[in-house]
């Protein structure tokens, strides 16, 4: 079959992540794979794609804000017109509205995901509304945990299916066997509460001033993070380095995993960590957290935005050499939920389920022709 995949871009998101390992898996079963992006790296792809598939980057063009959606929403019809696809599959919400506004009219059906949690995030709410108007018309709808999937309107939970992102211990990295260097990884912004995370680094250091945090990534937020650094003196035991050079580089030599945000969707360093044997804190935000970490198993869960719970628990697990070592040999839960091949082949069922759907469809419609 064709297949069209649409996302923002091609960065170091976990929805590039995902389309990513779509497009090699499909691939790999013969399928001619086409991505598009609405943003496109200087650098190419962050992450990679076998030499067969074919990207559609957007142009660089200097454009008013107001224009973005239209020349997006413009780009998505152009591809979707040239490629002609058997299906698409679109990821996260404004990218869903586009893509679905944009296939209107050419017979093609259309699969969304939802990648994060679109109750919360920022933004126009109109994007929620329009998207849950347009979903009526979707084919299909995934979801990455089922308490998602249940706050979905009620009229769409019976089409949406649950399937969380795959992963796999990453070859080559050594995590540490220490107590003290925290990593924190994420875009730079407000979802991912890292400025929550320094409130409680005053606190911890005056408990064990060994400790050092290294912020991964990069995003709106960087200068007030800084200044927020400079503000607390903790320049000499926080670093933002930017983003990782690759793909699971942050966990070289950490000890931690801190994940500090106030809303997910389903979080790929956290699933990184836990199939590799880091052991994670985090909030225990809607979604995801709670559905990779077994508390005291494989990490500690925090009641969300509790910072002074945060503090606590970097505290005491530092202290702990006896629990670190305990969730460092615990990963196998995950590593099995999570095994590429197998989630890969819940998203190979829903798209033969989605061809058996259209196909029958097209013969209910051509046997009513007859009949008329």
Known sequence: MKLLLVQA???????????????????????????????????????????????????????????????????????????????????????????????????????????????????NPMWLKAVNRLARGASGIVMQTERARLDLPADLIPKASVIPNPCAPLGGIHIGSGQTRLVAVGRLDRQKGFDMLLRAMPEVLRDNPDIRLTIFGEGPERDALEQQISAANLSDVVSLPGASPKPGDWMQDADILVFPSRFEGFPNVVAEATVTGLPVISFDCAYGPRELIRDRENGLLVPAEDVAGLTKAIFSLSKDDALLHKMRQNARHNREWLEPQHVLSDWDSLIANVQIGVAAKAGTAKGLTELL
């Not at 090699?24 to 794979?33: L, Q």
């Not at 780009?75 to 919400?93: C, G, Q």
């Open 9 to 123: 871009g091609f960065g170091a998101g976990g929805a590039e992540k995902i389309a990513a390992m779509i497009a090699a898996h499909r691939i790999s079963a013969g399928d001619e794979v086409h991505v598009a992006g609405m943003a496109t790296e200087d650098s190419g792809s962050y992450f990679a794609y076998p030499e067969c598939a074919h990207l559609h980057m957007i142009q660089p063009l200097k454009i008013s804000r107001r224009l973005t959606q239209a020349r997006r929403y413009l780009h998505i019809r152009k591809v979707i017109r040239a490629v002609r696809p058997d299906l698409i599959i679109s990821f996260l919400t404004k990218v869903n509205v586009l893509t679905m506004l944009a296939a209107r009219g050419t017979g093609v059906p259309v699969v969304i995901s939802e990648r994060n949690n679109p109750l919360v995030q920022s933004g």
